[in-house]
């Protein structure tokens, strides 16, 4: 039985309420208690900052897509190298790091929990290694469901019931956790040259729109009870003027679910885009904060982007390719047979380039117009806005106006003109970016439950103790000191472990992989379902029998199984 | 201040020296200079026998002298920003990468990766030079950045790829491929080489020999005349490569081939 008392710590727990308290927090077995025995372990907090283990809520750390980015990039591995070290494997690598560097990264940054934000179910297989190898942080797939041939089919069928049938047996079978839209329809779209533009363009063949797939699977999904909400990277994504597309796509939403929001637009720094070509391109945050404002049914992240170096990646093939022909840098796209794709290219963000001070500015503003921090989570895409060791650097943005001020000075004058961010006054607190990088993540993804993002008793022990003293420190002023305590945990506790010290990664890690298993009738089984299994044998390349992933993927899976109601 | 690297016999000559401290901004202060030999830290007077004479006060005071079995010694130069290293013999691969002034001299041959990624800085190599001769690493879309690397030999394949500033002059032949990639500065071959330029966007490439199978994405613009060693010569221009915008200079000598392909 293993026994540790935090004492004296500034606890900052949302979700209990707790908004700024000198308290001990005990913690017996991995998770926390009332209180513990005498002969238990003591760490001192000495009134730091400590919050639930930090949340990612879209980032991409492992997979194809990642891997991908990694071959490609031999010289992205130049940076970032770190020798091996006590219990550390060796690292290398800056914005596509190998699995041990994210992974320690994100520890010594006091992250716990990292769900990946496009896993291809036909390829699950590697990205559930990948987490194997990311040791220290509990992982969940979002899987991608945005050109599945037999959602589509469901859709038009305008069957909402069999398109829920197709997520539950697809789920189960990748031991994917939630539903990814990402370009929904305009990914099959290209498999023919071709894109969709609006929500209300038809997909090729399918003769669906990208509007009846969102409105389908955001139903599917409450009808399978499960934890999150649809996960989706709108259409027309890094398009002048795409702002529309995300204001139709905010308005489809219905309010389905009183314990979190019905649908999460991620990354939507990408979707908030006036003007019509590279040239006027503005900032249309204002309208699209208003948007999410008025809609409490819709959460969002930021999806950030830090000037510097990066590799862009999604699924969304048809916009990789845009890219590439801004770019004419390298290029990788990728067809994944009847479900999905892929595009990646490295990118370098500039100061000297507008339209970069532009998205830079978007993300910020989406943070500090977003009225209510539940619903708007700090994130950068990692890594496609930045690499994930920027937050800090983003926290202290958010905290300091006085630092934004400095970093405006920098951007190309003409930037100012084109975005509201140098009118806006509002400093964040230690609750709001509490809530915006753990808290508001734990609720949107449906992972109280099973002990995620408080410190309540009977919580997972996922603890983070930063060296930074809100009681005497004004962030304000002292940004310096935020960017620095954010970035360097005294303590990263993983279910009552410590995992990380002052920097230093000090045990192996022994993670979770958290997926969900919705149990329908069995009308809704398709596992014997006779078109199903045709499809699947007249169009895969593996069988059907073949393609569910092992347990023996999962040394340590967490499943949580819903009942569907169907 | 004259510092002297005479290698000492060694018990496995073949395992590859990692020297990337002789640079002569190290020798200013008598630091303790180490060198790996394979997976085996040593201290540089296991390697060599030194000799140092002389004063310097600042880095491009300092010239080292390398002399003996050099040949598997790599790296050595990377770095350096001032003074000058003079190789008596051959030298191994990596030597002079990320360079940005001073200079080298190699009396021998060099091997291959010869100033990678220099960004300013005279490398002279009077034998010849490997595979990647003042070409980018892996993955780095941008090579040598400037300085001038100077063959007097021949040079391997893929000699100045990714170049995009600087000058590279071969005075003997190149293998397949130089020029791939380039996107600015000036590559000059005095002798023969296969398939120059594929993909340039940018930057000039002459060829005062014979060009064997010259890429068909390359249109005839002209004659041009230019002089090389003291001589004027008729130039054809092309300009490519046309798969990816053709805005590269690629100029052949006349007379000697008729369409690339004898
Ligand atoms: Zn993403």
Redesign the pocket.
């Known amino acids: 039985m293993s026994e540790f008392l935090i004492r004296n710590a500034y606890v900052i727990d949302p979700l209990s309420g707790i908004k700024g308290e000198i308290m001990d927090i005990a913690i017996r077995n991995g998770r926390i208690v009332e209180e513990v025995g005498s002969n238990a372990e003591v760490i001192d907090a000495d009134h730091c900052l400590t919050l639930p283990g930090g949340i990612d809520s ?3 750390v492992c997979g194809t897509k990642v891997n991908f980015g990694r071959y490609m990039s031999p010289e992205d591995m130049r940076a970032g190298r770190t020798a091996r070290k006590g219990v550390m494997h060796v690292t290398s690598g800056y914005s596509v790091p190998t699995t041990f560097g994210n992974s320690y990264r994100y520890s010594v940054m006091g992250y716990t929990t990292v769900l990946e ?2 896993m291809a179910p036909l390829e699950a297989r590697h990205t559930h290694e990948e987490f194997t190898a990311t040791p220290h942080q509990d992982m969940l797939a979002n899987t991608l469901f945005d050109g599945n041939w037999s959602i589509m089919e469901a859709v038009r069928e305008k069957d909402m019931k069999r398109a829920a049938a197709v997520v539950a047996w697809t789920l189960s079978a990748v031991k994917g956790f939630a539903i990814k839209l ?1 370009n929904p329809g305009g990914t099959e779209a290209w498999g023919w040259g071709e894109d969709v533009h609006s929500i209300q363009d038809q997909v090729p063949h399918f003769g669906v729109t990208p509007a009846e797939i969102i409105q389908t699977m955001i139903r599917a999904n409450e009808l399978l009870n499960l934890p999150h909400s649809v996960h989706l ?1 709108c259409n027309a994504l890094g398009v002048p003027g795409n702002y529309r597309t995300t204001l139709d796509t905010i308005d489809l939403v219905p309010d389905l679910n009183d314990k979190r929001q019905s649908l999460y637009l ?2 939507l720094q990408f979707h908030s885009y006036g003007g019509s070509t590279w040239k006027d391109i503005s900032s249309k945050s204002e309208d699209i904060a208003r948007a999410v404002n008025n809609k409490p049914a819709v959460a969002i992240d930021m ?1 950030q982007i830090m000037f510097g170096r990066t590799t862009t ?3 969304d093939g048809p916009m990789e390719f845009k890219l590439y022909m801004l770019h004419h840098n390298k290029w990788s796209n990728h067809d994944v047979e009847l479900e999905t794709g892929s595009g990646i290219i490295p990118v370098y963000y500039s100061r000297k380039s507008l339209v970069n001070c532009v998205m830079w500015a978007i993300g910020l503003e989406l943070a500090l117009l977003v009225k209510d921090p539940w619903r708007c989570m700090l994130s950068t ?2 890594p ?1 806005g930045a690499p994930f060791v920027k937050y800090p650097e983003i926290i202290a943005l958010l905290m300091s106006r006085h630092f934004r001020e400095n970093e405006i000075a920098l951007l190309d004058p003409r930037t100012a003109h084109y975005v509201p961010l140098p009118a806006i006054d509002r400093e964040l607190d230690w609750y709001d970016i509490a809530v915006m990088t753990r808290a508001g993540q734990a609720k949107a993804l449906g992972i109280t439950g099973i002990g995620k993002g408080s410190l309540a008793p009977g919580a997972e022990a996922d603890i983070a103790i930063y060296p930074l003293k809100p009681e005497s420190l004004d962030p304000s002023a002292e940004y310096q000191q935020v960017m620095a305590g954010f970035g360097k945990t005294r303590y990263t506790i993983k279910r009552g472990r410590v995992v990380a010290r002052d920097g230093d990664v000090v045990v192996e890690g022994a993670n979770s992989t958290i997926w969900t298993r919705a149990t329908v009738p069995p009308g809704y089984d398709l596992s014997v379902d006779p078109e199903f299994m045709k499809k699947f044998e007249q169009y895969y390349t593996v069988r059907m029998s073949n393609y569910p992933v092992q347990d023996v993927y999962l040394p340590r899976g967490i499943c949580i199984p819903t009942e569907a109601s169907l | 201040m004259r510092v002297i690297l005479r290698t000492k016999p060694r018990k496995k000559p073949f395992i590859p020296i990692e020297a990337e401290t002789i640079i002569p901004q190290n020798f200013l202060r008598k630091n303790d200079i180490r060198v790996y030999e394979g997976n085996k830290e040593r201290r540089l007077e296991e390697i060599f026998y030194i000799t140092a004479e002389g004063p310097a006060v600042s880095p491009d005071q300092v010239e080292i002298v390398l002399s003996g079995e050099t040949g598997n010694i790599k790296r050595v130069g990377e770095y350096m920003n001032a003074g000058r290293i003079v190789v008596e013999g051959d030298i191994g691969m990596h030597c002079g990468n990320f360079m940005s002034a001073g200079e080298i001299i190699i009396k021998g041959n060099a091997d291959a990766w010869l100033g990678r990624e220099m960004r300013g800085g005279t490398i002279r190599c009077e034998g010849n030079a490997g595979h990647y001769c003042a070409a980018g690493y892996r993955g780095e879309k941008r090579g040598m950045r400037g300085g001038l690397v100077d063959v007097m030999g021949s040079a391997g394949d893929f000699t100045a790829e990714y170049l995009s500033g600087g000058e590279v002059r071969i005075h003997g032949d190149c293998g397949d491929l130089p020029g791939v990639e380039m996107r600015g500065g000036t590559l000059t071959i005095g002798g023969h080489c296969h398939r120059p330029c594929g993909n340039m966007t940018g930057g000039t490439c002459m060829v005062f020999g014979r060009v064997y199978d010259l890429l068909p994405t390359f249109r005839g613009a002209g004659n041009e005349e230019r002089e090389y060693r003291g001589q004027r010569c008729q130039m054809m221009l092309y300009k490519g490569d046309t798969a990816n915008r053709g805005k590269g200079s690629l100029l052949v000598k006349k007379n000697l081939n008729r369409t690339g392909t004898d």
């Open positions: 879209h980032s991409h934000g496009a990402t990277h991620t990354h999806g990646m999604t699924a895409d990692n496609n």
